[in-house]
């Protein structure tokens, strides 16, 4: 009895430890890619996320009990509000690269194909670059650098201290700044083809009047559109990929 005793108290700080961490684990893996799509089950998310707080958990340094309530809410409501701007951050990606998809069907007149084929609805470009994205990040080991990420993330974001909201908000407007960024040049190639396409149309039209050139441009610009995803979707997921494994690995760097 008295051995546990002993041990009571060591067991109550290690199961506030583990708490602590799984609630930035937890809101973090909620917006993760591929782990935290709206299509996986909350109970599959639910295991993701323990079985990250686990790994997690040894490589973090233990805090002291909070006695007041008040201290206890306020590490509460960081742990959380950490892990929510990391998944933003990374979700981010997910959204830059739909994007992408959608600008690309749009400017080669395949935004109405497939629409609804994902849970949110999106052109069929987009829904292919987004399964594609996924599973090239998890092949390439995004769970392994999710975890690197949630044990460095304590070196910039303290458990229960508080970011400066400046330094939150700048860094969020730059995030968001690179997704666009990031977006408009995966949908270049597409964009390039629209501008030459629409330009080789109306010199058509103005050399030959008579001529309907939007049935014969039609098929052209879808079957172009068609070929420049085959061609460019491999370089486009690996530009892709490269941009979030740079953020997974330096999150609060600047922005390229």
Known sequence: ???????????????????????????????????????????????????????????????DIPQELGDISTVLFTEILAGLALGIGIRLFVLALQTAGTIAAHSTSLSQV???????????MGYILIVGGLALAVMTGLHIKAAQLIILSYDFMPMGRFTQASELSDWGVAQVARAFTLAFT??????????????????????????????????????????LLLVSSPLILSVWVQAMDGFLSNPFGTPQ
Not at 16 to 38: D, Y
Not at 208 to 214: D, I, S
């Open 1 to 63: 009895m008295t051995a546990l005793a002993q041990l009571l108290p060591l067991a109550n700080e290690a199961l506030w430890h583990g708490f602590l961490v799984f609630l930035r684990v937890a809101a973090l893996a909620s917006m993760l890619p591929a782990f935290g799509e709206q299509s996986v089950p909350s109970r599959i998310k639910l295991v993701v996320a323990i079985a990250f707080t686990v790994v997690v958990t040894p490589a973090v340094a233990v805090v």
């Open 114 to 124: 497939f629409g609804g084929a994902g849970v949110d609805p999106m052109p069929a």
């Open 186 to 227: 995966l949908a270049a190639p597409f964009v390039i083809l629209s501008v030459l396409y629409n330009l080789a149309l109306g010199a058509i039209n103005k050399a030959m009047p008579q001529l309907m050139v939007a049935f014969v441009g039609a098929p052209v610009i879808t079957a172009g559109g068609l070929f």
